[in-house]
């Protein structure tokens, strides 16, 4: 049976976090309805100095005040008031760091996600991060939920991701971000075909295919 990541996991450095969530699970169990995926893709957003992140300059609105709370909460945004995506807060309590999951790998609850999504394609069903939100059921309503609860958690992974299967590259819709665009701040697993469409589609010529630190 697998472990939940508890709450001093959470507590650690933002690129460590990330660097161990790639080949984890995000599970739910809302309604009553279990699934879960691999995380294959994801994306740090580094608190106040990153000209990409919500919570840049000190920023904190609302929409925000989610990501000042200790590492080990959900942290879920709309976009085009439409799409739901869904962050995973690291890091001490008052900096505002956290990581955006892109791209999940179908684990569990298989037929309940393409009832969500409306599709019997299973390499559409969580390979990007509005789609994994509704195959999901994650909205709004667990924004700031706890996840070492009962109802979105992430399991640790059976084995460790080998250093040499994680790719670093740049953020994906950011151009705004002045500098701070060309980071290599996105990880995901080579070669996995549930990564998100911009993977699939292009390859960066800056991508490096092995995991370091900023």
Not at 2 to 8: L, Q, S, T
């Amino acid at each position: 049976m697998r472990m939940k990541f508890d709450h001093k996991f959470y507590l650690n450095d933002t690129f460590e976090i990330a660097k161990n969530l790639l080949g984890s699970s995000l599970c739910t169990n809302i309604n009553n309805e279990f699934v879960s995926g691999r995380i294959v893709e994801l994306e740090v957003y580094f608190g106040t100095i990153d000209k990409a992140s919500h919570s840049y300059g000190g920023r904190k609105t609302k929409r925000t005040e989610t990501m000042y709370n200790p590492g080990g909460i959900a942290y879920i945004y709309l976009i085009y008031g439409l799409y739901s995506l869904f962050n995973v807060v690291t890091g001490q309590d008052g900096i505002p760091h956290a990581i955006l999951i892109r791209a999940l790998e179908p684990f569990s609850g298989i037929d309940i996600m393409k009832k969500r999504r409306k599709t019997d394609n299973i390499l559409n069903l969580a390979s990007g991060p509005g789609k994994l939100c509704s195959a999901l059921n994650l909205s709004r309503e667990q924004n700031g939920m706890d996840l070492t609860g009962d109802t979105v958690w992430i399991d640790q992974p059976e084995e460790t991701v080998p250093e040499n299967m994680i790719v670093r590259a740049g953020r994906i819709g950011i151009d705004y971000a002045k500098e701070y665009k060309d980071k290599l701040w996105r990880f995901y697993i080579k070669d996995n075909p549930n990564v998100s469409k911009q993977v699939q589609s292009t390859r960066q010529k800056n991508d490096q295919e092995v995991f370091t630190k900023p």
